[in-house]
């Protein structure tokens, strides 16, 4: 790979030399250089600001963007700055609660499902992990002028200072947000609509509101969100009337008083931030050109009622860096990067599509409609299962991936396995190697991991530890019956409350093969490795 940040000259049309050039220093491309130098890449990050934000616009992680945090290196720095564990509680047109959603219990990808936070702190400790990295530099005050890219690089030109700088990588990542430069000048289109009804955002500081757990106040008079955070910071989001404001013009503090009246009081120095502003429920027509990617909202961009655009941001660069990674080093072919659009489109669609039918469905102006959705509701959360699908939040789009890199071996009824192209969950395991309880990301590492689940009486074949050692995958034994396994070259993963057999159980009996992203890419009985063999092969260089 690429020496960091490479300069050929001084001059004033030098040319810096990366693996990758990530345009955007916002959560989602410092995530993308942060997972990209935690795997030894060089990375040089564009921003045309003169230093990260000050407004906190994206307010909650969710428990795949933690898991992700934890492979970049930095997991237990966000654990700090953030609300762990909330949940959301929905009020009717009457202003009674209705139901509150949480998430299933316990975390099955080893985090809480929904954690508040300030995004300008956690752009603040990104940024810091990163300056900590040999591989990484940043230049703030850089806007981006052109790109051009083809299969073998991305040649990126910035102006900064009033100089003109060129930089030329082998990957360039557009993570510059809605209004993307890189998206623009690859003259890459967006599908979707933008919404006609402005909204008020109040971010305010030294709040009462200690509740863990937003609110969404589906009161048709005027809809309205309620998201406590840390140290008395509260998100406040008003759908304004006809008349009351438009985007562009700065919200006066009256109205601010008006809307905030059944809450608080407000000084003008208890606004953190304040703007009115539109939703769009946006999608990239394409999502690469060449070498160069979309990510963030640059590639999606949706309504904030699923609060799912900054986690949306993060799926997709934990999708996309470790491809990148695998063909800097060699490990995997080109073509590997054709399927970061055909993993992430269809998922990101379906998040935007929740977005908008919650803020129909929950922010509806009619009185009709809202009493309506709150018997219906009201009636679901009195059953067992109803109850479970709303407060577990089993309406949200689970990504499985159907095409891209995943295989289809037969598992005995002519199709593939059903957790093929899902994301495995992360119990809490006794890793015989480390001699201790882990998490399972933390026993077996970030990379390709292969998994043989309840196959202690089986020999590992010649044919999947050469695999193994070709993917650089780590070998693991995962036995759910009380044996001994005594194997170096492949440690044992040990359940003792339950939860590993809970993940593993459907998989007893089978090789699993899971990604870095954690998506199990192929599953297959002993009598099937020459199939799995064929079917997986093509994914290493």
């Not at 008006?258 to 999608?283: S, T």
């Not at 009619?366 to 067992?384: M, Q, Y």
């Amino acid at each position: 790979m690429t020496p960091p940040n490479e300069r050929t000259a001084d001059r004033d049309d030098a040319v810096e030399r990366a693996d990758v050039v990530v345009v955007g220093a916002g959560p989602v491309g410092l995530t993308a250089a942060l997972l990209l130098t935690a795997a030894g890449a060089s990375v040089l990050v564009l921003e045309r600001n003169p230093g990260t934000s000050d407004e906190p616009k994206a307010i909650s992680i969710d428990d795949e963007a933690l898991r992700t945090y934890a492979q970049a290196g930095v997991g237990d720095r966000i654990l700090s700055i953030i609300v762990p564990g909330t949940g959301t509680r929905y009020y009717g047109a009457d202003g009674e609660p209705v139901m509150q959603a949480g998430a299933a219990v316990p975390f099955r990808l080893g985090y809480p499902f929904k954690n508040p936070f300030a995004q300008p702190e956690l752009e603040r400790l990104l940024l810091e992990a990163l300056l900590e990295r040999p591989g990484a530099r940043v230049e703030f005050g850089a806007t981006v002028t052109g790109i051009v890219t083809d299969d073998e690089g991305a040649r990126v030109e910035y102006s900064q200072g009033g100089a003109t700088h060129r930089a030329e990588a082998r990957f360039a990542i557009g993570a510059d947000g809605g209004r993307s430069t890189v998206r623009q000048r690859l003259g890459i289109g967006m599908t979707g609509r933008a919404y006609d009804e402005p909204w008020l955002v109040i971010d305010a500081l030294r709040d009462h509101h200690s509740e863990r757990y937003g609110m969404h106040h589906g009161d048709p008079s005027r809809p309205h969100v309620i998201v406590p955070g840390l140290q008395g910071r509260c998100r406040y989001e008003f759908l304004l009337h006809p008349g009351e404001g438009e985007p562009g013009a700065e919200p006066s503090l009256e109205l601010m008083r008006e809307v905030l009246a059944p809450y608080r009081e407000l000084e003008a120095d208890d606004v953190e931030r304040a703007v009115v502003y539109r939703f769009n429920g946006l999608i990239a027509d394409r999502w690469r050109s060449g070498s160069a990617f979309l990510a963030g909202d640059a590639a999606h961009m949706m309504p904030p009622f699923a609060g799912q655009g900054l986690n949306s941001g993060v799926r997709d660069v934990a999708n996309l860096c470790w491809k990148l990674i695998a063909v800097l080093r060699g490990r995997a072919p080109f073509a590997t990067l054709d399927s970061y659009q055909a993993e992430r489109y269809d998922h990101a669609l379906a998040i935007i599509r929740l977005s908008e039918r919650l803020g129909r469905v929950v922010m509806t102006t009619s009185t009709r409609l809202a009493e309506f959705r709150d018997r219906r509701i009201r009636a679901a959360v009195a059953t067992e299962e109803g109850r479970d699908w709303f407060e577990k939040m089993r309406f949200r789009p689970i990504a499985r991936f159907v095409e891209g890199l995943v295989a289809d071996v037969d598992d005995g009824d002519g199709a593939r396995h059903e957790l093929v192209g899902r994301q495995l969950g992360q119990p809490i395991a006794f890793d015989t190697a480390a001699g201790a309880m882990r998490r399972l990301d933390a026993a077996t590492g970030h990379g390709w991991r292969l998994f043989a689940v309840d196959l202690v009486d089986e020999p590992w074949p010649d044919a999947l530890v050469e695999l193994a050692e070709r993917a650089g995958a780590g070998r693991f034994e995962v036995p759910l019956r009380e044996v001994f396994v005594d194997d170096p070259q492949a440690p044992a993963l040990i359940d003792l409350d339950g939860r590993l057999a809970d993940e593993f159980g459907p998989l007893r009996g089978r090789y699993a093969l899971v990604r870095p992203d954690h998506v199990i890419a192929a599953v297959w009985r002993p009598e099937r490795t020459d199939d799995a063999l064929t079917a997986v092969r093509a994914w290493f260089a």
